[in-house]
């Protein structure tokens, strides 16, 4: 009752209370009292600290154990009836609980989540259940038993597990349903992955493979699946698992239509079908369809990388690089206590099958003890010894596929900043003078220049209870987002909204005059994002272009001289091969910068 089952409650992170723990108490190791509001705060601990004889000029790491827990918890109420002591000292843990009777403010809201995290409930100690349900065993088994087990080692239990009569025919179909359920999750290379892991801590490639289960065990015939792209986060050797399943499901009478980058995949199709020639306003034709040998010899995109006549990448070798970053002692999830070198200012790819542990040493471990150290809020790192070299970058940025944000009024000519400078062309039209238009007139985000009626957002909002929402064109300026006199401002004949309805190459060859412009919409060419509309609504993009258009988003911001280290999840999902060539030179302009 006390998590309602779910394993886990919200509470106070003592990690992001003090973040470090190599500050003294007098230095400000606690962090939520360095600031002007809670200064007595500080103050206070510098008196009882003194009263209680406690060090105020040793780190906090260094603190006996029983002196860290009273600067957290507090004393017990009853300290205060001995004449000797006046006064309590509460603690964090008290200010906290202080801090919430006042969270109807703000502010205070805003400050309660920079430290608050998710931590294991004491009562149930993460088994999500009452005393009463574990009592039950099978075969000297609880349930929770269980859920700790790998799946293929639940698959054994399962498999030699019998039963006395007449339990043995009443659960006879349900322990069919439970073997053949585990013995496909095993078949796509699950077996590893224990029954009670969240899933919202599994990788791309097992969430696809879970997936894949689901369709198996329907035996469904005369079906037709569409998968889209079933190679995401998969390693070389559990493709040849994924082909086995989806060749099975064909031998049973379905058809697959797979949209697909990968070769493994394209070579074990019976049919391919290359459309192109090129992405955006230059693709939607069927450049080759026949039996995938064959399109070796064509001369499209994709027939030339498959034969090897085109490469992504030109190896080059560099010299050894002389500062490093270190996590000692990583045992996060199946981490087996791993200490990393990871060398500065190079392209470093972390690589291994499927569930092997890099996204939980890249996303549970490195990223936020990087962020913890900056002083930035965060979840509380995966289990380390020690993080070492977190001073020689300036900062991280962890760039993965999720998308950018929910509000539709984001593009990409706004997010690399290029829609400013095409805003102050405008404000400096002839018209726009005559007028006294400036540039925040051509905001469809604020001001008088956007369409009174939709907000600039050029369609409207309609709520539908119980079904998703719906978007209608704005009946009065036509989807446009500008009012119709702003409109008769034009540069070289186009109004700003023919502007934003441009794709990203026809824009920079219309405003090839203007430099600041140029700057702006090279990242994202650079990044081979020429065919996005500039005023395509940023939620409508697919997880690869989100994250090309993030990396689009640093390289224009990468000319600033502080060294940050990137982090991205895996991002050739859904390129193509000369998209990923696009993506390393992009790759090489961050370290040109010296990140």
Known sequence: EACRGFGRVIGVDFGLVVPDEAKTLREGAVRPWQTKSFKECQDDLAKYAKKRRIPLDVAFKDLEEKHRHWV???????????????????????????????????????????????????????????????????????IHDLMLLPIQKNGEFFNN??????????????????????RYLCDVGLGYLTLDRQSRTLSGGEVQRINLTTALGTSLVNTLFVLDEPSIGL???????????????????????????????????????????????????????????????????????????????????????????????????????LDLRIPLERLVCVTGVSGSGKSTLMQDVLYPA?????????????????????????????????????????????????????????????????????????????????????????????????????????????????????????????????VLEMTVSDAARFFRKSDEVQARLAPLIDVGLEYLRLGQPVPTLSGGEAQRLKLAGHLADADDSAEKLFLFDEPTTGLHFDDVAKLLRAFRQLLAAGH
């Open 370 to 498: 990087l962020r913890k150290a900056k002083g930035k809020p965060t979840e509380s790192p995966g289990a380390h010894r020690a993080l070492r070299g977190a001073d020689k970058v300036s900062d991280v940025v962890f760039v993965d596929q999720s998308p950018i944000g929910k509000t539709t009024r984001s593009n990409p000519a706004s997010y690399v900043g290029a829609f400013e400078e095409i805003r102050n062309l405008f404000s400096k039209a002839p018209a726009s003078k005559e007028r006294g238009y400036t540039r925040g007139t051509f905001s469809f985000n604020s001001g008088n220049g956007r369409c009174p009626t939709c907000s600039g957002c050029g369609f409207e909002h309609v709520e539908m209870q119980f079904l998703s929402d719906v978007y209608l064109r704005c009946p009065d300026c036509d989807g446009r987002r500008y009012r119709g006199e702003i409109l008769e401002v034009k540069l070289d004949g186009k109004s700003i909204a023919d």
């Open 72 to 142: 957290l918890e507090g004393e017990p109420e009853w300290v205060s009836w001995r004449k000797s002591w006046p006064g309590v000292w509460y603690g964090a843990r008290r200010f906290f609980k202080w801090l919430e009777t006042k969270a109807y403010k703000m502010h205070i809201r805003v400050l309660l989540s920079k430290y608050r995290a998710y931590t294991e409930c004491v009562q149930c100690l993460g088994m999500r259940l009452k005393p009463d349900a574990q009592l039950w065993k099978l075969d000297g088994r609880s």
């Open 235 to 337: 390693h070389p050797r559990d493709m040849g698992r994924v082909i086995g399943v989806m060749q099975r499901l064909r031998d049973a009478g379905n058809t697959l239509v797979v949209v697909e980058h990968d070769p493994q995949i394209m070579f074990a199709a019976d049919r391919i079908l290359d459309m192109g020639p090129g992405p955006g306003e230059r693709g939607g034709e069927i450049v080759f369809f026949g039996a995938p040998e064959k399109l070796k010899a064509e001369t499209s995109l994709t027939g030339e990388y498959l034969s090897g006549r085109k490469r992504a990448a030109a190896h080059k070798v560099l010299p050894r690089s002389r500062s490093f970053l270190e996590v000692l002692g990583a045992a996060e999830h199946n981490l087996k206590n």
């Open 161 to 182: 597990l019998a039963l006395p009569a007449p339990l043995d025919e009443a659960t006879d179909l349900l322990l069919g349903e439970i073997r053949t359920r585990l």
